[in-house]
Nanobody
Framework: QVQLVESGGGLVQAGGSLRLSCAAS????????MGWYRQAPGQQRELVAT???????NYADSVKGRFTISRDNAKNTAYLQMTSLKPEDTAVFYC?????????WGQGTQVTVSS
């Protein structure tokens, strides 16, 4: 049973920083892709950033230059360093992993940015 366990969300003032972590467990195989999506109230879930097992990254335009995704393959853990946070970044952030063509999701962690 694959599990994605997220940590690091919380409340921060605009301009501040947060670091999210997501650890994948329960699979013999390492995730091909890990990443983060977010969903604000009344909005659809949207891509934030992804990173492949080879280190290739992809970012939403809205977070380029502010967020950095990385991963530790030995730990099957992905990290999202968020800086220069804005109130519009407020959302539930979901960890995502693709393992052998199957998608898995974490339970979500709340990020709230106050103005």
């Amino acid at each position: 049973q694959v599990q994605l366990v997220e940590s690091g969300g919380g409340l921060v003032q605009a301009g501040g920083s947060l670091r999210l972590s997501c650890a994948a467990s329960g699979s013999f195989f390492s995730p091909n892709v890990m990443g983060w999506y977010r969903q604000a109230p009344g909005q659809q879930r949207e891509l934030v950033a992804t990173v492949t097992v080879n280190g290739r990254t992809n970012y939403a335009d809205s977070v380029k230059g502010r967020f950095t995704i990385s991963r530790d393959n030995a730990k099957n853990t992905a990290y999202l360093q968020m800086t220069s946070l804005k109130p519009e970044d407020t959302a539930v952030f979901y960890c995502y992993a693709n393992i052998r063509a199957r998608d898995y999701w974490g339970q979500g962690t709340q990020v709230t940015v106050s103005s």
